[in-house]
């Protein structure tokens, strides 16, 4: 999640490095009472993420779902398994891994 003062497309960029471990990736914005487009960056975010695949979310209140507006649908990528599982294993909990493997176990 990227604050109202950091609409910028370091957010895509960010959200693109994280699809190697993802199945989608997202950037969302808190754009406060501000209109996404009235950021200067706003078409260049847009034509980046869609150019890369990378979901684009804005969101007036990031705690009130009603108020999230997905402006670039995130495509589904093809990430290697062995790629994600080390991210899951180097970034959450063993609790939390261990909730995840049961998602996927029959």
């Known amino acids: 999640m990227k604050a109202s003062t950091d609409v910028t497309i370091k957010g895509v960029l960010e959200a693109l490095a994280h699809r190697e471990a993802a199945t989608r990736s997202y950037v969302l914005y ?4 501000k209109d996404f487009t009235s950021y200067p960056e706003s078409s260049r975010i847009e034509e980046l993420a869609s150019r890369h695949g990378v979901g684009v979310i804005v969101a007036n209140d990031v705690t009130d779902f009603d108020s999230w507006d997905t402006v670039v649908p995130a495509q589904r990528s093809l990430s290697d398994p062995e790629v994600m599982n080390t991210f899951i294993s180097r970034s959450l909990s063993k609790i939390a891994q261990k909730k995840i493997s049961g998602w996927f176990s029959w």
């Open 30 to 33: 808190h754009t406060g009472e």
